[in-house]
């Protein structure tokens, strides 16, 4: 199966470097040349030779851009595969637009550039056993897959697409308050990022709930407590989950 990308942007490329070894072909308005042939990408001239010459087209542009492309390329897509990362348009509003073309809507997160991206797939009827393998190969060989519900897209966005940004944000303000205590701020960020990977393994492996494993580090009158109590009192929680409320509504609008 031969992968084509429309758009080479942060994600495509991301992609691309994970895919490296897989026959891949590519269009790109950006200034993509030298990271598509390091990657030995074969560079098209247009969005519909991508969609004449490739099997899967990946669309990884813009969702402004979106209805002049599927315009270009509707004539090419019989019978192929057209994998969305467009948080806001739908299986049907595809399906409209690619009348003859099999339609899944793909949610990876920036985390594929270290092979560990969480990815969310939601495939149309038309998809045979075979098809679902192979899409959904193209997103195992660089993390974790999750087929769910079309309605469910928005609330993946917000606890996963989205979640790098609240992850670094957390970094960032947990290596501030170490700097404020006297830590050196490279050596910070490192020993926040290593504890916060360490614990996200924790909860991924152990069976116990997660609220165990933090009633566990929480010693009576200790540390730990002192500072959940904080961040109770200072709205943690709720923060969190105001946070992907705002996603959610956005992706539906």
Do not use: W
Not at 11 to 19: D, R, T, Y
Not at 72 to 79: A, L, P, R, Y
Not at 147 to 173: D, N, Q, R, T, W
Not at 196 to 207: E, H, I, N, P, V
């Amino acid at each position: 199966m031969k992968l084509g990308f429309i758009g080479v942007g942060n994600m495509a490329s991301a992609m691309i470097s994970a895919l490296f070894g897989q026959k891949m072909c590519a269009f790109s308005k950006g200034k993509n040349s030298e990271f598509l042939s390091k990657n030995s990408v074969c560079i098209l001239d247009s969005e519909k030779e991508v969609a004449k010459n490739a099997d899967i087209v990946i669309l990884a542009v813009k969702p402004k851009d979106y209805n002049a492309i599927l315009d270009i390329i509707k004539d090419e897509m019989s019978g192929k595969i057209l994998v969305s990362l467009a948080p806001n348009f739908s299986i049907t509003q595809l399906q409209n637009a690619l009348k003859n073309a099999k339609i899944v809507r793909a949610m990876p997160n920036t985390p594929a550039l270290v092979k560990s991206a969480t990815t969310a797939l939601c495939f149309d009827k038309n998809f045979s056993d075979l098809d679902r393998q192979n899409v959904a190969g193209i997103f195992k060989s660089f993390g974790e897959v999750f087929e769910i519900k079309e309605s469910e897209f928005g609330a993946f966005v917000g606890i996963a697409g989205s979640l790098p940004a609240y992850a670094f944000m957390f970094i960032e303000a947990l290596a501030d308050a170490a700097v404020l205590n006297g830590l050196n701020r490279k050596m910070a960020y490192k020993i926040a990022s290593n504890a916060l990977l360490g614990s996200a393994k924790m909860a991924l492996t152990s069976d116990k709930h997660v609220a165990m494993l933090k009633d566990e580090v929480c010693s009576p009158s200790g540390t730990t407590i002192e500072a959940v109590a904080s961040l109770e009192k200072n709205g943690f929680r709720s923060a969190v989950i105001e946070a992907v409320n705002a996603c959610v509504a956005k992706c539906k609008s």
